[in-house]
């Protein structure tokens, strides 16, 4: 008797493209994991810059601070939403508040298990405990915290190639159409924003089938 041959089935895929100094990709950072976890879906991590891409568009930094309007609109829905999901929130006094260094650093990461964690004590540090997340001194007891060499991760996060590579990224983003964050691909399908999430995760899991 011979075995059958079982077809391989791929796991369905979202791309979460996310922005350390982003309030809306605070809330997405901090449940994707479980939410795509729930529906059998893979999450690929994918930090990006903002500011080049907000730059091009002709915003010389957040639109929520160039629109007083939608800027006040904005903190209001964030206690909202952080309320809904039972998340911390504080709002920082710095917005938005530099992250490139956290960006390397989850760039070393993407693939690694410990994403996941790590940005969303990188996004409590800046969304809810309103700290400095751009240094060193912030991110080395993260990175301990996890078991991981800090020192060595640090250095190679501020290494050119790194460097390199973050900008092709966020030349990535900006090839593709992204204009914010949290934006979410599966396949050539674009979702933008945290309301979008669930959305996302519905079309990929569809895949499954």
């Not at 991590?45 to 904005?74: N, V, Y």
């Not at 903190?75 to 929130?89: A, S």
């Not at 920082?92 to 993407?110: H, K």
């Amino acid at each position: 008797m011979t075995g059958a041959t079982v077809p391989f089935k791929q796991v369905p895929e979202i791309e979460f493209w996310f922005e350390f100094a982003s309030n809306y990709s605070y809330l997405s950072v901090m449940r994707i994991e479980d939410a795509a976890r729930q529906c059998g879906v893979r999450v690929t991590w994918k930090p990006f810059l903002l500011g080049p891409i907000f730059r091009d568009l002709g915003f010389a930094t957040s639109p929520f601070l160039l629109q007083k309007e939608k800027g006040a609109h904005m903190w209001q829905d964030m206690v909202r939403q952080c309320r809904k999901y039972g998340l911390r929130w504080t709002k920082p006094t710095v917005f938005p508040r530099p992250g490139i260094l956290p960006a390397r650093v989850a760039l070393l990461g993407a693939e690694q298990p410990w994403i996941g964690t790590f940005s969303r004590r990188v996004m409590e540090l800046n969304f809810a405990d309103d700290e400095d997340i751009n240094s060193t001194e912030r991110l080395i007891p993260i990175l301990t915290e996890l078991g991981l060499p800090a020192d060595a991760l640090l250095e190679q996060a501020q290494a050119e190639l790194t460097k390199s590579r973050l900008r092709e990224q966020t030349d990535e983003a900006r090839r593709r159409g992204i204009f914010g964050a949290p934006t979410f691909f599966v396949g050539t399908e674009m979702f933008w924003g945290n309301d979008r999430l669930d959305d996302a995760l519905l079309l990929a899991a569809e895949q499954k089938a």
